[in-house]
């Protein structure tokens, strides 16, 4: 089956302790993206990837980290969490840049 | 600046209505336009794009979207709405000159009356 998964999906922690949200797609897509969601905000873009090793920065990577060694994975990187970090992120990939998108089911984190 | 504006924060009609949300953006050229619609408690899935061509583009679940350039509009439309559709909508927009980037609205939370 087609898909995004995303690790963990629930995840409580404390300001400053490194973690890392793990994305993984099976349809051999070139392009990810990281996205965070918070009421009223709609989706924010993160970071970016079209292809292994080739990242970019979305509208909000402040505090954020990823890496793209390999095509199928694509991991998001909270080096020191804080707590305006908590929210609900989305992993997406797609074939091309303009394309369909399709979405893993999210990762809820609350940085206390 | 915001790219994407969805001016219905909430939007409430009865089963069986029509329904119609809006969408805005900004950006000279054409855009490339999407819709996307979350679930409670779900990913997002999408529903209708638009790239090029024929102004009126047919989704999945009976909507459609129409792309007007004279208005930088591109309205979602159903019909009749059922019960399922109560969900929070999405317009996105990705520009040609930034392809990797993808501007998400604020979303349109639709509740649906028996």
């Known amino acids: 089956e087609a898909q995004v998964t995303q690790n963990p999906r629930y995840l409580i922690t404390v300001t400053g302790k490194k973690l890392t949200v793990t994305c993984s797609q099976n349809m051999n897509h070139e392009y990810m993206s990281w996205y965070r969601q918070d009421p009223g905000l709609g989706l924010r873009q993160i970071y970016y990837?079209?292809?292994?090793?080739?990242?970019d920065k979305g509208d909000v990577p402040e505090g954020y980290k990823v890496s793209r060694k390999e095509k199928r994975n694509f991991p998001l990187i909270l080096e020191s969490p804080s707590p305006n970090q908590t929210s609900l992120y989305f992993c997406?990939?797609?074939?091309?840049?303009?394309?369909?998108?399709?979405f893993g089911p999210g990762t809820r984190l609350l940085v206390l | 600046a915001q790219s994407v504006t969805q001016p219905d924060i909430h939007i409430t009609v009865s089963e069986g209505a029509s329904l119609e949300l809006r969408c805005n953006y900004s950006?000279?050229?054409?855009?490339?336009l999407f819709w996307y619609v979350q679930s409670p408690g779900q990913g997002l899935q999408l529903l209708l794009k638009?790239?090029?061509?024929?102004?009126l583009v047919q989704g999945i679940k009976g909507f459609e979207a129409e792309f007007k350039r004279s208005q930088s509009s591109f309205n979602l439309r159903k019909p009749s709405v059922h019960w399922s559709d109560a969900a929070e909508y999405f317009c996105a927009v990705a520009r040609g000159s930034t392809l990797g980037r993808l501007y998400f609205g604020r979303g349109t939370q639709l509740t649906v009356w028996p």
């Open positions: 990837s079209m292809n292994v090793e080739v990242t």
């Open positions: 638009y790239f090029s061509g024929d102004t």
């Open positions: 997406a990939s797609s074939s091309a840049l303009v394309e369909t998108q399709y």
């Open positions: 950006y000279g050229a054409t855009p490339y």
